[in-house]
């Protein structure tokens, strides 16, 4: 069984920035890829940031040039960073990630993280 926890949510003032984190554990083989997506009140859940095992990123129109998404280095952690955040970023963010598993390597499954708060206030 694999595992998403995700930290770094809160509230901050227009304009401020914060830093989410995730992190994957359990029987992990490799993970593909990490991603965060949102879910704004009376919303569907939309893809924020993405990011590959090599590297390449993918962002929403609406987040471009303002967040970015990371990988640490031999750690199953992704991060994203915001900065210039919005009163319309106000969402549950949730953090996902593409994993095979090291007892079924064959296949590939995705997880999904318990969803953290970020409310960003006039």
């Known amino acids: 069984q694999v595992q998403l926890v995700e930290c770094g949510g809160g509230l901050v003032q227009s304009g401020g920035s914060l830093r989410l984190s995730c992190a994957a554990s359990?029987?992990?083989?490799?993970?593909?890829?990490m991603g965060w997506y949102r879910q704004a009140l009376g919303e569907q859940r939309e893809l924020v940031a993405e990011i590959t095992n090599g590297n390449s990123t993918n962002y929403a129109d609406s987040v471009m040039g303002r967040f970015t998404i990371s990988r640490a280095n031999g750690k199953n952690t992704v991060y994203l960073q915001m900065n210039s955040l919005k009163p319309e970023d106000t969402a549950v963010y949730y953090c996902?990630?593409?994993?095979?598993?090291?007892?079924?390597?064959?296949?590939?499954?995705?997880?999904w993280g318990q969803g953290t708060q970020v409310t960003v206030s006039s």
């Open positions: 996902n990630a593409v994993v095979k598993l090291s007892g079924r390597a064959d296949v590939s499954y995705r997880y």
């Open positions: 359990g029987n992990i083989f490799r993970i593909n890829g």
